[in-house]
């Protein structure tokens, strides 16, 4: 069985500040590991993927993640948020299988 | 190019009344998933085609939920006897190949349904 955590619901952020999204998973096999991205009223977005090869990730939008197996994170993080980063955050893993197993959300608020 | 469409955008039902969700996924994609995502919480899988073929229906709430894809494009998504805790955004999903390991999973606007 494979299961996602996404440390809290709501971040709120200021204009130019670091974002930094937390998610641990577990998994009985190596995962593939996703963050999409949910804006008001629209479907998800692929943001990132981690696969295998390098553990840090580059995404869209300024986006990147690490993959760190020792503490089974994959930490979503943006140097300098934008206003236009308010939206909602998913972390996904898939394991065995083709089926993605979310967590439960984080929704950002970029502060002016 | 176009990307997973889906209809109705949004959809009240009264308490017992059947329901149909349409999926058309991106064109010459072999796999669709469902997902039903309630609200606040993350899109939670329901069932998976391959083709025309339902490979995967362990997340179906019901025997009340069904989905089927006869020609391997179009999906449809069926709610019978709609209850109250069917409520969701319902997320259809494909992609290339069988949406295993790298294959990236496309996903549409949703529908939201309200039962009354």
């Known amino acids: 069985a494979q299961s996602v955590t996404q440390l809290g619901s709501h971040v709120s952020v200021s204009e130019g500040a670091l974002v930094l999204l937390r998610c641990n998973y577990s998994?009985?096999?190596?995962?593939?590991l996703f963050w999409y991205v949910q804006y008001p009223n629209q479907g998800l977005q692929l943001l990132l993927k981690?696969?295998?090869?390098?553990?840090l990730v580059k995404g869209i939008n300024g986006f990147e993640a690490e993959f760190k197996k020792s503490e089974t994170s994959f930490h979503l993080t943006k140097p300098s948020a934008h206003m236009s980063d308010a939206a909602e955050y998913f972390c996904?893993?898939?394991?065995?299988?083709?089926?993605?197993?979310f967590g439960g959300g984080t929704r950002v608020l970029v502060k002016p | 190019g176009a990307g997973v469409s889906q209809s109705p955008r949004y959809k009240v039902a009264k308490r017992g009344q059947d329901v149909a969700l349409r999926c058309d996924p991106i064109s010459g994609h072999v796999s669709l998933f469902w997902y039903q995502q309630a609200l606040g919480q993350g899109p939670e899988f329901l069932t998976y085609?391959?083709?025309?073929?339902?490979?995967?229906k362990s997340g179906l709430p019901s025997d009340r939920f069904f989905a089927e894809r006869p020609e391997g494009s179009v999906s449809t998504l069926k709610i019978q006897r709609t209850q109250q805790e069917d409520s969701a955004v319902y997320l259809c999903?494909?992609?290339?190949?069988?949406?295993?390991?790298?294959?990236?999973?496309?996903f549409g606007p949703g529908t939201r349904l309200t039962v009354l």
């Open positions: 999903a494909s992609s290339l190949a069988s949406g295993g390991g790298t294959d990236t999973q496309y």
């Open positions: 085609f391959q083709n025309e073929a339902q490979l995967d």
């Open positions: 996904a893993v898939k394991a065995a299988g083709n089926k993605l197993t």
């Open positions: 998994s009985s096999v190596p995962p593939y």
């Open positions: 981690y696969t295998t090869g390098a553990t």
